[in-house]
């Protein structure tokens, strides 16, 4: 098949890429690099033709309130036009779980803007909602620092790797239409604090971490169990230390 990649350069759309690719598909990458712009909607006809599929996992540049709502939106109002004017027959979109839990951020409120275009146009979908990756332990760690205090929420987080999410995304696309959400995670739930400090620990990172009720995840107040998946969740293999061991290689 000829599957068209989104945002086929990042983390995740890479990995996804290599999957297709070893299995014989016909993987496109579509990016602003390689002349296709979701949000003017250049080059998006021209990628389109002959593809049955097409993966989302595209991500805003900006995670401001207005710009990722403006991306997310207009993106994938794009794209799914273009996509029932060539005749795909899937689309795939990566998504977060606890997105309709969140409403106070504008980030979560942009991916249930984008849930709901996708859910309402033509063409059959997949959405598959992932817990957040170890891969992105140091980026919360750094936007939650305040001098050497890390302040983190006092909730649950079950992450997982990318190379799973990878997986499940690239199943999906090689599978049928859902028409509905399909939820992973890791195997193992923590609070912030745990894995942070855990994170700290295999890097011999001296910051201190506090786990304080006020802190927020992309601008939302977490409860405990906001960000952990339901019952039916995909669950990965691969543990946070054993990931930790192999990334610090």
């Known amino acids: 098949m000829k599957i068209v990649v989104i945002g086929g350069s990042g983390l995740i759309g890479g990995k996804v890429v290599a999957r297709l690719t070893g299995q014989g598909h016909e993987a496109v990458v579509a990016t602003p690099r390689t002349g296709v712009n979701t949000l003017t909607g250049e080059g998006l006809a021209e990628v389109l033709k002959g593809a049955e599929v097409v993966v989302d996992v595209s991500n805003s540049p900006s995670f401001e309130a207005a710009a990722v709502m403006e991306f997310f939106t207009t993106s994938s109002r794009n794209v799914l036009a273009a996509e029932a004017e060539a005749g ?41 909602h992932a817990t957040q ?45 859902t028409r509905g959400i399909t939820e992973v ?35 939302a107040r977490l409860r405990e ?19 930790l061991r192999a990334s610090a290689k």
């Open 185 to 219: 995670a890791g195997p193992e739930s923590f609070t912030f604090e745990e894995m942070i400090e855990r994170f700290f620990e295999a890097r011999s990172d001296e910051r201190k971490v506090v786990s304080d009720p006020e802190a927020r995840y992309f601008g």
């Open 88 to 128: 795909v027959r899937h689309h795939v979109a990566l998504s977060v779980v606890g997105t309709s839990r969140l409403p106070d951020s504008g980030y979560f409120r942009a991916k249930v803007a984008q849930e709901e275009l996708i859910a309402a146009s033509p063409v059959p979908y997949s959405i598959v």
């Open 133 to 177: 990756f170890f891969e992105f332990a140091g980026a919360i760690a750094d936007s939650a620092t305040e001098g050497g205090t890390v302040r983190v929420p006092d909730a649950l987080i079950q992450p997982i790797a990318a190379d799973e999410v990878a997986d499940a995304v690239t199943r999906a696309a090689l599978g049928e239409p």
């Open 225 to 243: 169990r906001s960000l952990l998946p339901g019952d039916g969740a995909g669950i990965g293999g691969v543990r946070f230390a054993d990931w």
